[in-house]
């Protein structure tokens, strides 16, 4: 509540008195247009009904009354007359997101409305142009008008005002990488539409090379995005699926390669996670795999890949791989969901089995006596006796195993 309230907060707060009741009321579709045409009030009249207007508008927008937060913005918006720039500012960013949010709820309000809306939003303050921008390209997409959506984000990206901000730099790259995604999109659809009317022949047909356009546009822009440091995890997938696509194994590989180990970019878990996914589909040498889950144990050592890479290291077949599985099968077991995980205990029990067999146990553990190792044996072997005691362990992951991050670039 904290936080809507300070949204509402006027700068110059002027007198408390109730609203103009001669004004007329209108329809949602007005107020985004034919309500910034109106004759310009007096400034007095104008601080006499902001404050009061405000806090009316905030109370309809609380308890989602649409239109009666139409009629209430009509008032409102005519604070963008003031001649304060820093009132004016403030102002802007009021309107821009209650204006939207009343238009994408009101029954009577179309498409076009918000179109107009937005379009008149870029322009009342230059520092907004490309967050509104973005934002009217997700409203087109979520309508499905892909086409729509792919032009606002190329004029976005043809758009100068002098010398971008920090953060209008961020923006900017998110809005190239949107566009990218968005001909990544239209190229999916392309390439299904092909295989659905049975071609299988994607040299020299005409829609193929429609489908390559996108696929180059699309290419193009994720190798501008993924060079600025931050977390790109959607646009890295579909570059790579592109590359996948026309046999490009190499250079999926330096993408991903570059992801997860550039010194630069934050650290990301998902990164090492999609590559190694990728050298394992593509059947890569099982000391690949490990050097990958041996950067993604030190960054999340209860990741569940970390069964797997005790496995492949057992597979390796040598004493030090050994005492490593080992290390990270205790690693697992310091985190309570593991602890109730059977399958982690029984392969302990074999692993312990194993070293003992081969009178390697005590070099696991050098600074420890016999009893100390004793006793981590009869440990997993009481924990292998109370089977039904155990539940069966949740992934606090996703199906792949990957953390939901949104996409961000970060300050270099």
């Not at 009741?21 to 007096?42: C, G, I, M, W, Y």
């Not at 205790?330 to 392969?347: A, E, G, M, Q, T």
Request: charged share 25%; aromatic share 10%.
């Amino acid at each position: 509540m904290d936080d809507i309230s300070n949204e509402f907060t006027i700068i110059d707060e002027g007198t408390d008195e109730g609203a103009d009741d001669s004004e007329d009321a209108h329809s949602a579709s007005s107020f985004n247009v034919s309500s910034l045409r109106q004759p310009t009030r007096k400034k007095t009249d104008i601080r006499k009904t902001t404050r009061t207007c405000l806090e009316e508008l905030h109370g309809a927008l609380l308890h989602h009354q649409w239109t009666k937060a139409a009629e209430f913005m009509q008032n409102y918006i005519q604070v963008l007359e003031d001649p304060s720039s820093q009132q004016k500012m403030h102002s802007s960013q009021r309107v821009w997101r209650m204006g939207a949010e009343i238009l994408r709820h009101h029954p009577d309000a179309t498409v076009e409305d918000l179109n107009s809306f937005y379009d008149r939003m870029k322009h009342l303050h230059m520092s907004n142009y490309l967050k509104v921008s973005l934002e009217h390209a997700f409203y087109l997409i979520s309508k499905d008008k892909i086409e729509d959506a792919k032009r606002q984000l190329s004029l976005a990206e043809s758009w100068r005002y002098g010398k971008f901000s920090a953060s209008q730099e961020k923006i900017a790259k998110l809005i190239q990488a949107y566009h990218g995604l968005l001909d990544f999109s239209i190229w999916i659809t392309k390439r299904n539409q092909l295989v659905e009317n049975g071609s299988h022949d994607f040299a020299d047909t005409a829609s193929n090379q429609e489908m390559h356009t996108y696929f180059r546009q699309a290419s193009s822009k994720f190798h501008e995005v993924i060079k600025q440091p931050g977390v790109w995890d959607p646009f890295v997938l579909c570059f790579v699926k592109l590359l996948e696509f026309y046999d490009d194994y190499n250079g999926a590989v330096q993408v991903l390669n570059n992801y997860a180990y550039n010194d630069g970019f934050p650290a990301n878990p998902n990164a090492h996670i999609y590559l190694y996914k990728f050298l394992k589909k593509n059947n890569a040498d099982m000391k690949k795999l490990v050097k990958v889950l041996r950067v993604l144990h030190i960054l999340v050592p209860s990741h569940k890949l970390m069964f797997k890479l005790c496995s492949l290291l057992d597979g390796l077949d040598k004493t030090k791989y050994q005492q490593e599985s080992l290390k990270i099968l205790f690693d697992l077991l310091d985190y309570s969901d593991w602890k109730n995980n059977l399958k982690v205990w029984k392969r302990l029990k074999k692993k312990i089995s194993l070293l003992i067999k081969f009178h390697l146990l005590k070099n696991c553990f050098p600074i420890c006596d016999v009893t100390v190792v004793r006793n981590v044996e009869v440990r997993s072997e009481g924990a292998l006796r109370s089977d039904d005691e155990f539940v069966v362990f949740e992934e606090h992951f996703d199906s792949e195993g990957t953390v939901d991050t949104g996409p961000r670039p970060v300050d270099d």
